[in-house]
């Protein structure tokens, strides 16, 4: 453990919440809870669908979706806190698994050790700090997602934030997510147009082992 996770890894949820309650209007698909994900299977520490996250995190994301509610939008989140177990398992799967069942819906033009290469898969990630989201935007009015021009977690470059291949719309589309989140306090990567941390996490250099369920932080 201390080798994949040299910092601290802590399993004391007292720092954070389940983020429908901070952000009412949320809409929660947490894929690595479903199958419908780059590996094709549950992930371990996902044994809930719901997104917990740092308090901090969460105001963050409360003042981000009062500001899009108003303009006809709502937060559709796919992951936020991440356990270091379910890291784990994307690594073992890199390096062993010789599984691609899902390689056509998220890596097409990639092998798998590519992923971990060109930065779209962390051996140590931000999300199990706490701060970090990955999400898009639900038009009310359309009652769909806004068109990003690549789904989230579909590896490549169309994925990049700013990635000249795409139409107009679907280049304003992110730009209006990434400006909502950086007027906020959330710092975007460059490699998936979905994912933000809260600049000024509250544990930069802590990772943490609790499995996402409600239970947790009820204890």
Not at 70 to 89: E, H
Not at 134 to 146: A, I, P, Q, V, Y
Not at 184 to 213: A, M, Q, R
Request: a negative charge; one cysteine or more.
């Amino acid at each position: 453990m201390r080798k994949a996770y040299p910092n601290d890894i802590k399993m004391d949820p007292s720092g954070f919440v389940l983020l429908s309650d901070y952000v009412p209007h949320v809409i929660q698909e947490i894929r690595y809870f479903s199958t419908y994900n780059f590996i094709g299977e549950r992930i371990d520490g996902y044994e809930e669908p719901c997104a917990l996250i740092t308090k901090e995190a969460a105001r963050a994301l409360k003042a981000v979706s009062n500001e899009m509610f108003v303009r006809g939008y709502r937060l559709k989140v796919f992951d936020a806190y991440r356990p270091a177990c379910a890291v784990r398992s994307f690594v073992l799967w890199g390096i062993e698994d010789q599984d691609k069942r899902m390689k056509e819906y998220f890596y097409p033009d990639m092998d798998k050790d590519e992923l971990f290469v060109k930065g779209y898969i962390a051996k140590q990630s931000r999300h199990s700090r706490g701060s970090t989201v990955d999400l898009t935007l639900f038009d009310m009015k359309s009652g769909k997602e806004l068109d990003m021009g690549s789904p989230f977690d579909f590896f490549g470059e169309i994925s990049h934030p700013d990635y000249k291949g795409i139409t107009r719309e679907q280049a304003e589309n992110r730009m209006i997510l990434r400006n909502a989140m950086v007027r906020n306090g959330f710092i975007p990567f460059d490699c998936e147009w979905w994912h933000f941390t809260l600049k000024d996490e509250p544990y930069p250099d802590t990772y943490f082992e609790v499995p996402v369920s409600s239970d947790y932080l009820r204890r």
